[in-house]
């Protein structure tokens, strides 16, 4: 195993991706990279920010692994193409599977995955390469394949299949035995109960804008509300 390691990217993603692996990983970051026109400095989290494009050179895939730590842009698009890129200048992709995560040792992961703090997987599950879970649940039996990203609070239920390039937003849920064809965004807070189809966008209903404010609200009356409100003697303020 490669114990130094370069994180392609320099934005939010990759500087988190540097705090998991110094604070919760046998893995030393070396270095970012990203394209040269992209390099806005030259260093972060006070390490080098050095260009993909001759980053062999620099950091030889024989001495560094590399973990391409982006987000999921262009449906996840902008993560696999340095995936590949990667791969094709020869480095070894590490994964990263948080010490906060619930998982078992039967779980198969595949290269360059990140399983984030809070996230529950359960037995019986198969993720594939390029795989994103940021802190949701993955019930048994399911299959997430290569270049998925599944957000926050997600929750993939038993069985499902969630096809390479889809992304689950945060808090969305997908029930049991559904297929998220590939290429699909569950926006955020969504529940998906039938199978998709390919490259859908799918959303729920965004909360609505209630016509009174805040203080006009039954939540601010002071103490004991509970005791206040059985009485009737509740009073609102403007
Ligand atoms: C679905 C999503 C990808 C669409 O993003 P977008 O391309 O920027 O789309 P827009 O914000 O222009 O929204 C397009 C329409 O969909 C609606 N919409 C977008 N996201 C929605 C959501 N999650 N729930 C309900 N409606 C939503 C918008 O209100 C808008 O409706 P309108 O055309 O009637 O005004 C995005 O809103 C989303 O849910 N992303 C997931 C975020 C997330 O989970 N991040 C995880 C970080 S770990």
Known sequence: MMEKVVLVGAADMAMICHFYLTHDSPYEVAAFTVDRDFIKEETLCGLPVAPFEEIENIYPPDDYGMLVAISFSRANRTRADKYFQAKAKGYELISYISSKAVTWPDLVVG?????????????FVRIGNNVVIAGGFVGHHSVIEDHCFL????????????EPYSVIGANATVLDHVVIA???IIGAGATVNRSTKEKAVYVDTPAELLAKSSNALNTLITWPRGEAARAGSLTKEE
């Open 111 to 123: 290269d360059n995955t990140l399983i984030c703090e809070g996230s529950v997987v359960n037995p």
């Open 151 to 162: 957000a926050a609070n997600s929750v993939v239920l038993g069985r499902a299949t969630i």
């Open 182 to 184: 590939r290429e699909c």
